[in-house]
């Protein structure tokens, strides 16, 4: 498998998402599209053109990325879980995947995306 270029990024802090989308394009990758919440993510999925995808765990009002996580795995869309700390329980399915945590770096982001290749 090739490394993935276009990035789905499944994030609910604006300033967060804009320096991952900085930091792809550094990286020479492209961003397949933002999400906020799973209503917003979900038909993004649906819809195709994604390599790979960054989500927050934590989405805002306490909602959680898991069915986010849940519609990836099923396309076969890998996924790198982005984390603020240890508190942030990983469902049983999905322990597999690759962390990335928080506070970002553009090393971080770009060792955990090469995990996906």
């Known amino acids: 498998m090739t490394a993935p270029q276009r990035i789905l990024i499944v994030e609910d802090e604006p300033l967060i998402a804009m320096m991952l989308e900085d930091f792809l394009d550094i990286l020479g990758k492209s961003v ?3 999400a906020d919440c799973v209503a ?9 053109g994604i ?20 519609a990836l795995a099923n ?12 508190g942030d329980a990983v469902e049983p399915q999905h322990r597999d995947r690759p962390v990335l945590s928080k506070p970002f770096t553009m090393d971080g982001v770009e060792k955990a995306l090469a995990q996906l290749a």
């Open 32 to 34: 397949a599209g933002t």
């Open 75 to 86: 396309a076969g869309i890998p996924f790198v879980l982005a984390t603020g700390g240890s």
């Open 40 to 48: 917003d993510a979900l038909p993004q999925i649906a819809e195709g």
């Open 51 to 70: 390599d790979a995808a960054i989500l927050d765990v934590n989405l805002r009002a306490g909602e959680k990325s898991w069915p986010i996580a849940d």
